[in-house]
């Protein structure tokens, strides 16, 4: 089996780090720790659309580049090594797009897909709910319809990027009567109409990148409907598979990882530490595996095969590597890894400490752990539940 790039491919790779090495001395970003999620670049974007590098598995028909997903792998590795902002336009390349293509009309594609490419707009995703988390089917936001128009009324929390984002892409309840997973639809929803709220939610590090959003009596033309209505859910499925895949599972806090090999390696008495040692060998191992599997993801959807086992393995694998990492780098830095960014003594610019405190994060965001082993378990081994008799 062949493990290796193209000449093309590493010639891209190249081309990647290049760009980045010259906007950091532009001083367009820094390097930090999930900079990736925490700050919005629409400049950075637009040189990326610029280069041709949103949309770049998009058919050439929507003005998408046609590539490789591994391609694609390239392009975000490099660009989450330097963990360049990323999250005006991640949400809308990633999965806004790859939806449309699939499930959009072809009215829809020409209002967003040539915008998303420009990085124009911002999307962000409303599935969450308070009372809907895991169980995404238990979303109560409904979506009654009023002649050409539906009514949204209900809340969405957790939402990434909401505060910066132009539309929501949400999953409604369009048949209150419907029976579960056959009563939802998926909708885009201007986030400037009225009767939408907006209210920040900051997390334990103080950062403010999710949002609860609001929805009172908001009318949305029927056009905005994606797909078909109450198949939302079994798209939705579809669609979650390839925020699982992203190697961004791996990498959202690669800084962290380059810091401590740097660190332990300088400091005489900690690189004779054998614990310390083995603790460091077992990262680099499980980085590596944890890079096969996203490649492998890359490779699988380039197949045609929807990466259902592929990217739940992957996801669960690389999260747990990122709380590993953190847990780790914060016990070898000792009193100095839970110093915050704002404290003078803080190594790394406090990365350390942002790290650990993301870390109960990592294995619930885009899929609880629990989940993927069930979708492991069930659509990879082809098991099934036991249900409890009584």
């Known amino acids: 089996m062949d493990f290796s790039f193209t000449v093309e491919q590493e010639k891209f790779r190249n081309e990647v780090k290049e760009f980045l090495e010259e906007e950091i001395r532009k001083g367009t970003f820094e390097i930090r720790s999930n900079n990736y999620l925490e700050v919005s670049s629409p400049e950075l974007s637009r040189k990326l659309a610029s280069k041709g590098w949103l949309g770049l598995t998009w058919p050439k028909k929507y003005m998408g580049g046609e590539r490789s997903y591994v391609d694609r792998a390239i392009l975000m590795e490099e660009l989450l090594k330097y963990q360049a902002p990323l999250v005006y336009h991640l949400l809308g390349e990633r999965q806004i797009g790859p939806g449309l293509l699939h499930f959009g009309s072809e009215e829809l594609k020409n209002e967003f897909l040539p915008k998303i490419l420009k990085a124009e707009i911002s999307f962000c995703l409303g599935l969450s709910e308070p009372d809907a988390g895991s169980d995404v089917a238990a979303v109560s936001t409904s979506a009654a ?25 949400i999953l409604v309840k369009t048949d209150p009567e419907g029976p579960k997973y056959k ?24 950062v403010h990148c999710f949002n609860e959003v609001f929805f009172d009596n908001v009318r949305v033309h029927q056009r905005y409907l994606v797909g078909e209505k109450n198949k939302g859910f079994y798209q939705m499925l579809s669609q979650v598979d390839y925020e699982r895949a992203g190697i961004e599972r791996l990498m959202q806090n690669y ?61 669960c694998y690389c999260t747990r590597f990122e709380q590993k990492l953190g847990n780790i780098a914060t016990q070898i830095l000792g009193e100095f ?43 990879g081994l082809g098991l099934t539940f036991k249900k409890d008799s009584k």
């Not at 009514?151 to 957790?158: A, L, R, S, V």
């Not at 909708?187 to 109409?193: P, R, T």
């Not at 704002?342 to 899929?367: M, R």
Request: glycine share 8%; hydrophobic share 40%; proline share 5%.
């Open 255 to 315: 800084p962290v990882l380059e810091a401590l090999r740097i660190y332990v390696k300088e400091d005489q008495e900690i690189s004779k530490d054998s614990l310390i040692l083995d603790q460091m060998a077992q990262l680099e191992i499980e980085f590596e595996i944890g890079r096969l599997l996203c490649y492998q993801v890359a490779w699988t959807i380039d197949q045609g095969i929807i990466p259902n086992r592929e990217s739940a393995i992957s996801k």
């Open 337 to 379: 890894g839970q110093l915050l960014p704002d404290s003078p003594e803080a190594l790394f610019d406090g990365d350390i400490s942002e790290s650990y405190l993301w870390n109960p994060s990592y294995t619930i965001q885009g899929g609880a752990s629990e989940i993927l082993k069930g979708i492991i378990a069930t659509r």
């Open 183 to 206: 009563n939802l639809s998926e909708m885009i929803v201007d986030l400037k109409l009225p009767g939408v709220t907006v209210r920040p939610l900051y997390n334990m590090i103080g």
């Open 145 to 169: 319809k009023e002649g050409e128009y539906y009514i949204i009324n209900g809340q969405k929390t957790w939402t990434s990027n909401a505060h910066n984002a132009d539309y929501i892409w």
